[in-house]
């Protein structure tokens, strides 16, 4: 029971592959502020889908455009299921059957994130598309076969350009249709789409996008995405082998004549503009069903005016109107018929319903022309007339087109008849008003100070109500009034008081003053007549204060220096002006942000001539170039202080690159102190000798302090680790030193090896800010135990404990008297004696024992240097054992008094 439920909680896991892709596409929706709405839809086939294929949840992936580097990952969960509809739902027999399934979640842009102005993209591929279809390859994923997946696409533009936000919401397309095309009829369905933003959206046929692998959910990866593969015949311009094939219009009508049976499928991409520049991308796959269809022939229209008694015009039709002619009579009849309403198959009748458009221009006040019931049944034949009456007023001024169109309920999409109606109605009459003062355009230049006026008289000889518009500029002193106002007449001045210390003309002088006067006609077509004031104000002179430093002797406005941290940068900062009397104000810009860096400047005021004082320490840690290495002074002179408050100015900008500072390396070196030779950073040592070294490090830098250093043992390692070593760490400003002391034990070998090489390292560092070094060096101890294979042992075997000094104990080493070098005892030298193995780690002497010819023991020592005296000892010969930790020695020696 247990591995049936495993068995069910995998399946329900794991993606299904199936042919159930009919298209999709991407939406990105503006919320408020940084939140936004990404929705994913995803239009499924029910007829030839896999209900296991649906997902409850798909991870769409957002990249950059300019590097392709995934910048999130956003799981959208499935919010809503609907089936798409037919245009005429009795058309259908179950033919297509299409739900529309939305994956959605909120999620925020942070403008520190998505500020490329290259913009982003998001991407989510599902495989498969459905089996069936006919004009590319979309096989069962297996060895050998060409398989179809599909990549959901959509680029948006960062979210903020220029430091301000920039909103955006992509398009939303018009919801597909769910009907079926047939073969040799016309096939046409809006594919438009709308905008938030009011952005414009244009429209083109791209061939669709596959997935990088079959498999039934592919792995995030940035684009290029592959196309799918067209069958032979088949192609981007010949998508169902029409006539005209599939295309779509750049307001987004998609239309054609399939002249091949099947499923088709076909991408349509739409690219978003604001002010002419591209801002986003959506693409839209779908699929077509093309069959064959019963026959049937579209309604027609024809039309006559109402003096007419025939319906002669049956495309085009010419109507003039003039201004006096009654509403009621500014009419024209058309008539619709239908043959299929003949037709038993159509039950001897046919459903036919009108439409008007405009052809060149666009109203939302056209359908007001037709009559309130637009829609008639015909039957047997019959015919209806509908009476379509034209405003007094135009639609646009002159003569426009519209097309009366007849709409019959033919499967699967209704087939038209068209009549092309050119009207042009006279509008009522009217005359504009015009201006009796002044009769032209007004040009005047003032001085600072004077004031002047203009009378205005605006005058209508209809007598119609005039309105006045005036555009004038904010807080220049001008002012229009009206004095009089009637039915036919305005009057009214425009006024000028030009002075500066009340009004701020420091950034323009020149102004432009419109009158406006419009006398409300019927229709409203007359543009409104206008006066225009060309006007401008002279300004007293005002003398420029000029900077400069004293960084270079020939004044320029950009100065470019590099300084390393630990330098100082001084210099003095001058203003001049040379006629003025007003107070200058001489400043570095953002000196206040400046101030964690130990930047001091004093702003200043004065006339005639200021300065200041420009100081800094590029200490750490306070300038580190790794964060900020790049610094821009400006410092401004201005003169505001004039009558007419213009803010005369000038500028220097100081930039310094600041570099790291320069750090000279410390130097480590090692030496012995106990006249061991260090050899290529080697050192040969015999177990018993002790180690002294000492380490001396040095560093030469004095700017701005003597570095502090660290002198430390950072690695001691060794076959066997090493021990009873000592070293202290030291510290010192400039110089520092430490001694490394070690007398090594046998506790340095192991396993029956007695050698052993030990490696230690020593490193001294500077704490030189941002730029620190440090020295290192190495040392290789090798260490071996004492050879006692070379000694040959034949101590003395006669004594004469005579008192004579020579030959009076028995010993084997320390001997200190050389009196009796030459004396011979049975062939062997007295300094034959002196042969006692040398202890080692492998042997050590533990004693020696004496005894007489009857076994006693009449000495003992453990003393390597042990004497025998045999006092009291009767002579004779006696027997020795020396004993090692490794082995013994034994042998006899004679006694003679």
């Known amino acids: 029971m247990k591995r049936v439920l495993l068995s069910v ?34 239009y ?36 809503s299921e609907s089936q798409i509809s037919y245009t005429q739902p009795s058309c259908s027999k179950g033919e297509i059957r299409t739900n529309k399934l939305i994956y959605s ?36 994923p297996g060895v050998g076969s060409i398989s179809a997946g599909q990549t959901f696409y959509l680029e948006f533009p960062a979210v903020v350009k220029n430091g301000k936000p920039f909103i955006d919401s992509t398009p939303k397309l018009f919801p597909p ?29 791209v061939t669709p996008l596959n997935t990088k692998t079959s498999i039934a959910l592919p792995a995030a990866a940035p684009r290029p995405y592959p196309e799918v593969t067209w069958r032979p015949g088949f192609s981007l311009s010949s998508i169902t082998n029409g006539k005209p094939d599939l295309r779509i219009s750049k307001d987004g009508l998609l239309t054609g004549t399939p002249g091949t049976i099947g499923l088709f499928v076909f991408a349509v991409k739409v690219e978003e503009y604001r002010d002419k520049v591209k801002i986003g991308e959506s693409r839209r796959d779908f699929q077509m069903l093309v069959v064959d269809c019963p026959v049937a022939v579209p309604p027609q229209i024809t039309g006559k005016k109402l003096a ?83 405003p007094q007023c135009p639609f646009v001024k002159g003569p426009y087109q519209i097309g009366i169109i007849a709409f019959d309920d033919a499967c699967s999409l209704p087939l038209t008849d068209t009549l092309k109606v050119t009207v042009d109605t006279e509008p009522p009459f009217n005359t504009d008003p015009y201006f009796k003062t002044p009769t032209a355009n007004i040009t005047s230049v003032l001085k600072e100070g004077d004031q002047a006026s203009w009378p205005v008289e605006i005058v209508d000889d209809q007598g119609d109500e005039i309105t006045v518009a005036r555009f004038l500029p904010s807080n220049a002193g001008m002012v229009f009034s009206i004095s009089e106002q009637k039915k036919g007449l305005v009057k009214g001045t425009l006024s000028w008081d030009a002075y500066c210390d009340i009004y701020d003309f420091t950034k323009r002088t020149d102004f432009l003053v419109t009158i406006q006067a419009d006398d409300n006609d019927v229709c409203k077509f007359n543009q409104p007549v206008k006066r225009i004031f060309n006007l401008g104000v002279l300004l007293p002179p005002s003398d420029t204060p000029v900077i400069f430093t004293d960084l270079v002797k020939t004044r320029t406005r950009i100065i470019n220096l590099e300084k390393r941290v630990n330098e100082k940068l001084n210099f003095n900062v001058y203003a001049t002006e040379l006629t003025d009397q007003n107070t200058m104000n001489l400043k570095l810009t953002n000196l206040t942000s400046f101030s ?3 930047i001091k400047f004093t702003d200043v005021s004065g006339k005639k001539e200021v300065s200041s004082k420009f100081n800094w320490d590029l200490l750490c840690p306070a300038v580190d170039p790794a964060k900020k290495s790049n610094f821009t002074f400006q410092f401004i002179a201005s003169d505001n202080t004039n009558k007419c408050k ?60 003597k570095d502090n250093l660290q002198l430390a043992l950072t690695q001691a390692t060794g076959k066997v680790e090493p021990n009873g070593y000592d070293f202290a760490a030291a510290t010192g400003q400039g110089k520092v030193n430490s001694v490394f002391r070690w007398t090594p034990d046998c506790s340095i070998f192991k ?21 620190a070094k440090a020295d290192s060096t190495l040392i290789t101890i090798n260490i071996k135990d004492i050879d006692n294979s070379g000694r040959e042992f034949a101590p003395g075997n006669v004594i004469t404990p005579n008192g004579d000094g020579c030959n009076d104990f028995f010993a084997v080493e320390g001997f200190e008297d050389g009196k009796c070098e030459s004396k011979i005892y049975k062939g062997l030298d007295i300094d034959a004696q002196v042969s006692l193995p040398l202890d080692n780690c492998t042997g050590q002497f533990q004693g020696v024992s004496i005894y007489n010819r009857w076994g006693g023991e009449v000495f003992k020592s453990t003393d390597r240097k042990f004497r025998w005296y045999a006092l009291n000892e009767a002579a004779g010969v006696y027997y020795y054992t020396l004993k090692f930790s490794d082995k013994e020695f034994k042998g006899t020696i004679s006694v003679r008094n």
């Open 177 to 205: 249709l769910n009907d079926y095309a047939c073969k040799g009829k016309p096939y046409y369905v809006d594919f438009a789409g709308t905008d938030d933003d009011g952005d414009s959206l244009v429209y083109s046929m």
């Open 596 to 598: 964690p860096y130990g």
């Open 751 to 771: 396993d029956g090896i007695y050698s052993n090489s030990y490696l230690f390292k020593f490193k001294l560092s500077d704490d030189h800010c941002y730029t």
């Open 105 to 140: 979640a909120e999620l925020t842009l942070d403008p520190t994130a998505y500020s490329d102005p290259q913009g982003y993209y998001i991407s989510w591929q599902r495989c498969c598309r459905n089996y069936q279809i006919k004009n590319i390859f979309s096989e069962v």
């Open 308 to 390: 007419e008694t025939d319906f002669t015009y049956d495309n085009t039709m010419t109507l003039r109107f003039g201004n006096t002619v009654k509403n009621e009579d500014r009419c024209i009849e058309v008539r619709v018929a239908d043959d299929d309403s003949k037709s038993s198959s159509d039950g001897f009748q046919e459903n036919v319903t009108i439409r008007v458009v405009g052809l060149n221009f666009k109203s939302k006040n056209l359908d007001s022309i037709l009559p309130s019931i637009k829609t008639t049944v015909l039957k047997n034949g019959s015919t209806t007339d509908f009476r379509i009456c034209f």
């Open 646 to 705: 213009f803010n005369k100015a000038d500028t220097v900008d100081v930039n310094v690159k600041v570099l790291p500072p320069i750090n000279n390396k410390p130097v480590l070196t090692i030496a012995s102190l106990n006249n061991l030779v260090i050899k290529n950073s080697s050192l040969d040592v015999t177990l018993g000798q002790s180690i002294e070294l000492t380490l001396a490090g040095t560093d030469t830098d004095v700017n701005p302090t």
């Open 44 to 79: 499924f086939d029910l007829n030839d889908g896999n209900p296991g294929a649906k997902d409850q949840f798909a991870d769409a992936s957002i990249f950059s455009k300019s590097d392709n580097q995934l910048i999130a990952t956003q799981r959208l969960f499935l919010s």
């Open 9 to 42: 909680f995998m399946v329900m896991a794991l993606p299904v592959m199936a042919s159930h892709i009919v298209g999709g596409e991407f939406e990105l929706l503006h919320l408020s502020g940084t939140r936004y709405r990404l929705n994913l839809i995803l």
